[in-house]
């Protein structure tokens, strides 16, 4: 495995060795999903034996102004019911939100992110605009959900701490000590959460500016080591890239971010609450699941919130 790659290797990674750029087809838009097979997601639907069932989720809170907001959620009512007390009324509201941010629980998709003026399999970044939105590579071909199993690598309760400091970041040296510590073998087609206690921390601490405080995140070097095992999906509890962008030592700004959505076509989901699902993989001792994700099916959108739900 490779530990810290140069630039050099890191753009040859972006380029050439990681790419999946017409792996499937020249018209293919799940990239790395495919790794997923009918026999995968029965597999999985078979691994379920309690009916626990575990939300990955933040929950999407409302007019708050904390160090990690970066565009405010809004929410207004439409209606409360109140107008009318003598028959039947109804109460309904207006949210709005960028789901791109620090706070929200979503996935990235592949017109999410750029290199060189192209996207996931060699698409011009003229297939966004700000009147189409994403005409190519967006939220829409996930509009039947994802089902596959899900493994859990705690890397706090690996190193016997409650989350990582901000500036302690995720080696694959750590992804393949917390596979033998849990009994995991990370398999083609899994979706693999990498969990760094951000979000406890929040929780217990408060928010953080990740631009200035950092956040612990998996080091570009694991992509290769995932790219080798054909994952489908990663999700953490973090922005999934080192913050602030400079201290990984790279001129590129996102490069875990780079690699997986352009060059190897592999979806992201960012800022997942992992504290439950922590809690109830060490109560059953079982560390994989299956894991169902149902992106809303918007139109030329890069992405969506998301509520992964996790079974067991």
């Known amino acids: 495995m490779v530990d810290q790659p140069t630039e050099e290797e890191l753009i040859n990674w972006i380029e050439k060795e990681l790419c999946n750029w017409g792996k499937w087809g020249k018209e293919d838009e799940l990239g790395t999903l495919?790794?997923?097979?009918?026999?995968?997601?029965?597999?999985?639907?078979?691994?379920?034996?309690?009916?626990?069932?575990?939300?990955?989720?933040?929950?999407?809170?409302?007019?708050?102004?904390?160090?990690?907001?970066?565009?405010?959620?809004?929410?207004?009512?439409?209606?409360?019911?109140?107008?009318d007390t003598h028959s039947c009324s109804i109460a309904q509201e207006y949210i709005g939100l960028s789901f791109h941010g620090w706070t929200v629980t979503h996935i990235d998709c592949f017109s999410h992110f750029?290199?060189?003026?192209?996207?996931?399999?060699d698409r011009p970044v003229s297939m966004v605009s700000a009147t189409h939105g994403a005409v190519k590579n967006s939220v829409l071909?996930?509009?039947?959900?994802?089902?596959?199993?899900?493994?859990?690598?705690?890397i706090p309760k690996l190193k016997n701490k409650k989350w990582l400091d901000l500036d302690e970041y995720i080696f694959p040296k750590d992804i393949k000590d917390a596979e033998e510590k849990f009994g995991i073998q990370i398999q083609k087609g899994d979706l693999v959460f990498v969990r760094?206690?951000?979000?406890?921390?929040?929780?217990?601490?408060g928010s953080v500016n990740l631009n200035e405080s950092g956040c612990p995140a998996p080091?570009?070097?694991?992509?290769?080591?995932?790219?080798?095992?054909?994952?489908?999906?990663l999700g953490s509890d973090t922005p999934n890239d080192i913050k602030p962008p400079k201290k990984h030592g790279y001129s590129i700004s996102h490069p875990?971010?780079?690699?997986?959505?352009?060059?190897m076509g592999m979806p992201l989901i960012d800022f997942a609450n992992l504290e439950d699902l922590s809690r109830e993989c060490e109560k059953q001792s079982q560390y994989w699941f299956l894991i169902q994700l149902s992106p809303l099916v918007?139109?030329?959108?890069?992405?969506?919130?998301?509520?992964?739900?996790?079974?067991?």
């Open 34 to 83: 495919n790794f997923i097979t009918m026999e995968m997601r029965v597999n999985a639907f078979k691994s379920v034996k309690k009916g626990i069932l575990v939300s990955c989720s933040r929950p999407v809170t409302f007019f708050d102004l904390d160090n990690d907001t970066r565009i405010q959620k809004n929410r207004f009512m439409i209606a409360t019911g109140n107008e």
């Open 114 to 121: 750029f290199w060189k003026g192209k996207m996931y399999n």
């Open 141 to 154: 071909p996930l509009k039947d959900g994802i089902v596959t199993r899900g493994v859990l690598l705690d």
């Open 196 to 205: 760094t206690g951000f979000y406890g921390r929040r929780l217990e601490l």
């Open 219 to 233: 080091h570009p070097s694991c992509m290769h080591y995932f790219h080798q095992k054909q994952i489908a999906i």
């Open 256 to 263: 875990n971010h780079t690699i997986a959505l352009v060059a």
């Open 298 to 312: 918007l139109e030329g959108c890069t992405g969506s919130p998301l509520n992964p739900i996790a079974v067991f």
